[in-house]
């Protein structure tokens, strides 16, 4: 009987972490295609040669994406915008969870649907526009930080997360102690946080560092751009209908847009592949625990 | 206080009367500066990557020196630029003008109904060289004219051939290895592919070779658009919208459901079968074809309207003659207007003094004012030649810091990406149209075929109702079209059933779909 089971437990075994290599596999192969594409010869690309290795190793594509400096302007910009952003957004969304992971907090259900309402509910491009253009905030860099720095279904991991972590017991007992609730907040509450604290940092941050559409639309500057729409520009460099109006078309600078892509992949996203082995061990645990209850 | 009152009113009067006072300003018709006193205005344009930037551009300080109009520019990148356009228009928040606006016409009707878009007609005594131009080139009106009578954006205007006409290129370096003859008809055509395909031209001892290596990435009839001639299709006044024509009779007829398309598409048939077409064909874009042209792999293109794109195999291409249908059809069709590109600047309600924007705009068709566009400062980046012809520098041709020659150009002029109001000629063009070999090309079209004119060139422009009722029509009947005409090509769907695909299509309100072109048309027509 104890022999059938584990023969049953090894066959088990096998078969996840057999599993487990294809889907290793599938998840890292495009990385991997695309970091060995960037690398690559365009042309080769194109041919559809390139498979493991790169073919007809070359660095052009990331000395095209480099080569006006302008990349650099992007690179400071976006991390200024997301370390500032990721900030205040963390600040805003604790400060929004914790009173409503309160039970005493009256009318918290009245409030909470309020928050949820614009989770289902936007006034629409248009009318934000108007407004953020109203406030003064157009083409300025706190539009980049201030415009969406509240996401509610973060308040609502968050506020989860206070709820189920910290129990009502620990706050009758720093009422007995004589802590107010400001006083709960910085000295429990906060250093119990560090697993929220991380997911949120990881979910802000990850937004802000891709955010190109705030930059988009309310941005004028090119020296506040973020480094996306940098990105975004270089790729639409040599377009088709571009080489229509030309003087000259040369077919290689065309053609390494190809690899050029690629390089950009790369270039806008190894930050947040570094940054993800630090927080994940947070990861897992503070998402979880945020989405036990309701 | 009563007096305090009166006096008050009257002060209120007095600014009232010295307002429009203010706000008058002689604009002279003809002379320049277009203005005496500098006025301010504000654009938005859509900047290109090689144009360096629009303030401060040499191009537009000498403009501004010309006509005294100065312009505060937003530039915002081509990729996000009608985004942006949109979302000012629809916020109501109002630059003076858009500069290379890419105002569809549809977009032009939209706006100018909600009153956002200034009537050009009406400013026409402010624009000698474009009124000039219109008397000179009837079709030019035509065009651009929207349903209402009324003209909202300028346009961009092209007279050379070589800009204006879409070719096919053959591998004449793999005729000659193989000792073949310039194909003239369908038929020669389809052996000269068989030979290309099975005589290793490019001599490297693998059947690699790819016959006709098409592009026809979204539009399944860019694989034989320049082929409808062959068949009769477009003789009259091109194409229109890739499936359309106007036969003789000044009928919009439906190309897809005509007898000779199912030839058309039987011959595409046989060449597919015969593994004469590259099977990516329906998957690749151009710059997969340039690729394998640069692996030598590829015998025909019928992509582009020079060989450029080709990139380092292009001098091996060159196009055929116009290749003959059965019964003798050679139209060449795949041809575009004088009016290459619609909507190209508009000036908006915004705008407090149309009539010297316009006469800017104008500026912008005289000769010099286009050779500035495209060639930038003379003495600074091109000069004029004994011969009185317009040269750019060999260090502009050429630059020492590695920069492309639209680069170069890109630092003094503004005609990066086109879509500029302009009026392109052979005397101020120096793009790929004027190498040897693009006329070249063109001559061989014109000693061969039947160029259609370029005055029969439509471009239809639709009422609001027209516009919706189209795209409602359109999605249903042209990706039925598109889906069947690939079918059918790749075998996947058999002849025997053409006629049962034209029941279909007839049941798909083929007739209110085409009633609108036919006004359209119509309407272009009177």
């Given at each position: 009987m104890k022999m059938r089971q584990s023969r049953e437990d090894n066959i088990f075994s096998v078969v996840i972490a057999v599993m487990t290599c294809i889907f290793i596999v599938v998840i890292l192969y495009p990385l991997w295609f695309v970091l060995v594409a960037s690398f690559s010869g365009p042309v080769e690309v194109f041919a559809g040669r390139v498979w493991i290795w790169p073919v007809n190793f070359n660095i052009e594509a990331y000395r095209r994406i480099f080569m006006d400096g302008e990349v650099f302007v992007g690179y400071r910009n976006t991390i200024v915008y997301t370390i500032l952003g990721t900030f205040v957004s963390i600040i805003l969304t604790l400060s929004a969870a914790y009173p409503l992971s309160r039970k005493k907090l009256y009318g918290r259900n009245i409030i909470m649907g309020l928050f949820a309402f614009t989770m289902f509910f936007g006034g629409g491009l248009i009318p934000t526009y108007l407004i953020v253009k109203g406030a003064g905030l157009y083409n300025n860099l706190w539009v980049m930080i201030l415009v969406g720095s509240l996401s509610v279904y973060n308040v609502i991991v968050a506020r989860t997360f206070l709820q189920s972590t910290i129990v009502e017991e620990i706050y009758e007992a720093s009422d007995v102690d004589g802590a107010n609730d400001i006083k709960v907040f910085f000295t429990v509450v906060l250093p119990l946080s560090a697993p929220i604290l991380a997911v949120l940092t990881l979910f802000y941050a990850v937004g802000f560092w891709n955010n190109y559409f705030t930059g988009l639309i309310y941005l004028r500057d090119r020296s506040r751009y973020p480094l996306q729409l940098y990105l975004r520009e270089i790729l639409v460099i040599d377009t088709a209908d571009n080489v229509v109006e030309t003087l000259e078309v040369d077919m290689n600078r065309v053609l390494v847009k190809e690899s050029i892509k690629y390089g950009v992949i790369i270039v806008s996203s190894v930050p947040m592949l570094i940054l993800y082995p630090f927080l994940q061990r947070f990861f897992v645990k503070g998402v979880m625990i945020g989405a036990i209850k309701g | 206080m009563k007096r305090l009152f009166v006096v008050f009113i009257a002060l209120l009067l007095a600014v009232a009367l010295s307002m429009p006072v203010a706000f008058a300003l002689t604009v002279s018709k003809t002379d320049l500066p277009v203005v005496d006193e500098k006025i301010n205005l504000t654009g938005m344009v859509s900047k290109h990557n090689n144009t360096a930037g629009w303030n401060n551009q040499p191009a537009i300080v000498h403009f501004e020196e010309l006509t005294n109009v100065h312009i505060d520019w937003e530039e915002v990148p081509d990729g996000n630029f009608v985004e942006k356009r949109n979302l000012l228009l629809a916020s109501n928040d109002l630059p003076d003008l858009f500069m290379r606006a890419r105002l569809s016409a549809t977009d032009q009707v939209i706006y100018a109904s909600n009153g956002q878009l200034v009537a050009l007609d009406a400013l026409f005594d402010y624009a000698p060289y474009f009124s000039e131009m219109m008397a000179n080139n009837a079709g030019i009106a035509k065009c651009i004219t929207m349903p209402d009578g009324h003209i909202y954006a300028l346009p961009q205007i092209n007279t050379t051939d070589g800009n204006l006409i879409n070719n096919y290129f053959i591998n004449t370096v793999w005729l000659d290895a193989l000792g073949l003859e310039m194909p003239t008809n369908l038929e020669e055509f389809h052996d000269v592919l068989a030979a290309f395909v099975t005589g290793d031209?490019?001599?490297?001892?693998?059947?690699?070779?790819?016959?006709y290596a098409g592009s026809a990435l979204s539009n399944s009839y860019d694989l034989f658009i320049n082929f409808y001639g062959s068949f009769g299709f477009g003789g009259n006044h091109g194409i229109i919208n890739g499936f359309f024509d106007i036969d003789d009779d000044d009928k919009v007829r439906l190309i897809a459901i005509q007898d000779k398309y199912k030839e058309l598409l039987i011959y595409f048939n046989i060449l597919w079968s015969e593994n004469l077409i590259d099977k990516d064909s329906f998957a690749q874009n151009y710059q997969t074809v340039s690729a394998k042209c640069a692996l030598n792999q590829v015998g025909f293109v019928s992509y582009g309207n020079n060989t450029q794109w080709i990139g380092a195999t292009r001098a091996d291409f060159a196009q055929p003659p116009v290749l003959a249908g059965s019964n003798g059809d050679n139209y060449w069709v795949n041809v575009s207007g004088n009016v290459q590109t619609v909507g190209t600047a508009a000036i908006t309600s915004a705008n407090r003094y149309p009539e010297a924007t316009m006469r800017y705009l104008d500026y912008f068709y005289s000769e010099h004012g286009t050779v500035t566009i495209r060639m930038g400062i003379e003495g600074e980046s091109y000069y004029i030649d004994v011969d009185g012809s317009y040269k750019l520098f060999d260090y502009i041709k050429h630059d020492p810091n590695g920069l492309t020659q639209d680069q170069a150009v890109g630092k003094y002029g503004i005609m990066g990406g086109g879509n500029v109001p302009q009026n392109i000629s052979d005397r101020v063009d120096q793009s790929a149209a004027q190498l040897p070999e693009t006329k070249a090309d063109v001559e061989t079209i014109r000693a061969t075929g039947k160029l259609v004119p370029y005055e029969a060139i439509t471009k239809l422009s639709y009422t609001e109702d027209e516009a919706v009722d189209l795209s409602r029509y359109e999605t249903d009947i042209l990706s039925y079209i598109k889906e069947n005409s690939v079918k059918f090509i790749t075998g996947e769907r058999e002849f025997s059933e053409w006629d049962q695909y034209v029941q279909t299509l007839k049941s798909m309100n083929l007739d209110e779909y085409i009633a609108i072109y036919q006004a359209a048309y119509d309407r272009w027509n009177s």
């Open positions: - | 031209p490019n001599q490297n001892g693998e059947a690699d070779e790819i016959g």
